[in-house]
Each structure stands twice: as C-alpha cells, then as structure tokens.
C-alpha cells in the first residue's frame, strides 16, 4: 500500500500560459506533492467568450505545456462528462478513477486556485463537498487579493508564488492584435495556437 499526495488544478486553460505552471510547480514543491492532475474545463459554466478554443484544443495545449515535467498530467475528466464542468465533479470522478485503478492505496487531495478563483468558491456548486474532497490552496496572483472566503477553519492554505501578471484573457487578446506571446506560454503552446490560427480577430 503506498499513499500519494495529488494536487488538481482546474481551468479553462485557454491558453495554459506560464503562470498557471510556476503556481503548480510552486505548490507541488510546497506541499510535497507527488503529482499535480491539470482538469481542463468541459463547456466553462461562467464564461462563455466568442473566440473560445474547442476543448480538445484546450486539452492538447495543456498536454504539450505539461509533458517535460514528470510532477505533471492532465486529465480528460471535465473534458469528457458532458455538461457544464463543476469542481465537485471533477474531484469525485478524480478519486472514483484513482480507487479503481490503485485499491490497496490511499491519497491526499489538494485542490489549487488562483486568488480570483479561490475568492468565488463559496459561490461554487457544493462548497462542502469540494472541502470533504480535498484541501483547498489558494495562491497569489498579481492584481487580486489573497484571503480565504470565510471557509472552516484548516480547510484552506493560502501560498505566496512568484508573481507573473499573465492571464489567459491577455494571451487571447494579444494574438487578436498580432502582439508576441513568446515567453508567456510554453513554445508548444504558441506553436499550436499558430497552426490552428486560435483567437485571430474576426
Ligand atoms: P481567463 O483570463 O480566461 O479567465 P486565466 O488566466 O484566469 O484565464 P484560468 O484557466 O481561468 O486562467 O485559471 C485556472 C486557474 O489558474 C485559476 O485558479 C486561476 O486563478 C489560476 N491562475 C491563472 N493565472 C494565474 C497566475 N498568473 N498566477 C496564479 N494563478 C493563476
Ligand atoms: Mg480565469
């Protein structure tokens, strides 16, 4: 029997862009986490932006920003239930799939949210199952402000990582106005938005 400690990182990853890797790779290293699961979103339940990346683009933009580090997966959990993607979905099917395939072991769950993110969750479906499921860790993120929503004591762990000022919004819009997004995104990442012309202006 091994346990393991499994951070899960939810988005619409479109694009994945640096900040998204320097918070995982900062919090895997933090809490010691043997691995960091990136979920991208079905059809993304508060945003809904005309020039979207289909989800298997946003799936395999994620798979290439991912791939060179071993600490990393993604999963098709989100990408696959049909719907709109809510975090206590994405965390039970997580764990269903991991007591199917390794019955004699048990994990810790971690769950990693920027400081928008992490200010929304009490409006998230079912706030009380995504804190039986796993430990919430809110990390920084230039222009917002990191505090715990008021959630129960210990169910949250707020985190200082590197500051990188990126969002996808940013990215999407760069590319709409044939600015660089070198540097901001992985080279893969830039490649297949390239190949695939994604958030060129209409
Ligand atoms: P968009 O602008 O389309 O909302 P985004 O950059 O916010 O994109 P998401 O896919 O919405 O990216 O974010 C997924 C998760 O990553 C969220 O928890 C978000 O808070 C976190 N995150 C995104 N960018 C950063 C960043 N630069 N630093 C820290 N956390 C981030
Ligand atoms: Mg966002």
Same mark, same amino acid.
């Given at each position: 029997?091994?346990?393991?400690?499994?951070?899960?990182?939810?988005?619409?990853?479109?694009?994945?862009?640096?900040?998204?890797?320097?918070?995982?790779?900062?919090?895997?290293?933090?809490?010691?986490?043997?691995?960091?699961?990136?979920?991208?979103?079905?059809?993304?339940?508060?945003?809904?932006?005309?020039?979207?990346?289909?989800?298997?683009?946003?799936? *395999?933009?994620? !798979?290439? +920003?991912? #791939?060179?580090?071993?600490?990393?997966?993604?999963? &098709? =959990?989100?990408?696959?239930? /049909?719907?709109?993607?809510?975090?206590?979905?994405?965390?039970?099917?997580?764990?269903?799939?991991?007591?199917?395939?390794?019955?004699?072991?048990?994990?810790?769950?971690?769950?990693?949210?920027?400081?928008?993110?992490?200010?929304?969750?009490?409006?998230?479906?079912?706030?009380?199952?995504?804190?039986?499921?796993?430990?919430?860790?809110?990390?920084?993120?230039?222009?917002?402000?990191?505090?715990?929503?008021?959630?129960?004591?210990?169910?949250?762990? *707020?985190?200082? !990582?590197? +500051?990188? #000022?990126?969002?996808?919004?940013?990215?999407?819009? &760069? =590319?709409?106005?044939?600015? /660089?997004?070198?540097?901001?995104?992985?080279?893969?990442?830039?490649?297949?938005?390239?190949?695939?012309?994604?958030?060129?202006?209409?």
């Amino acid at each position: 029997m091994t346990h393991s400690r499994i951070g899960v990182m939810g988005g619409s990853f479109d694009p994945i862009h640096h900040g998204h890797l320097v918070a995982a790779s900062e919090v895997a290293h933090r809490f010691s986490l043997d691995r960091v699961l990136f979920s991208p979103t079905g059809q993304a339940w508060h945003k809904q932006s005309a020039n979207a990346a289909s989800p298997e683009l946003r799936y *395999l933009m994620t !798979v290439v +920003a991912t #791939a060179g580090d071993p600490r990393f997966d993604v999963t &098709r =959990v989100d990408i696959d239930r /049909p719907g709109p993607t809510y975090t206590v979905d994405t965390l039970r099917d997580l764990q269903a799939g991991f007591g199917r395939a390794h019955p004699q072991d048990t994990a810790d769950w971690f769950f990693i949210t920027g400081a928008d993110a992490l200010a929304e969750v009490v409006a998230w479906r079912d706030p009380d199952g995504i804190l039986e499921r796993a430990h919430l860790i809110g990390v920084t993120r230039p222009g917002h402000v990191l505090r715990d929503p008021g959630l129960a004591a210990g169910s949250a762990t *707020l985190v200082e !990582v590197p +500051a990188l #000022a990126i969002s996808s919004t940013d990215v999407r819009a &760069r =590319v709409a106005r044939g600015e /660089p997004i070198g540097y901001l995104v992985p080279d893969g990442v830039a490649h297949l938005i390239a190949k695939h012309r994604l958030y060129a202006a209409p």
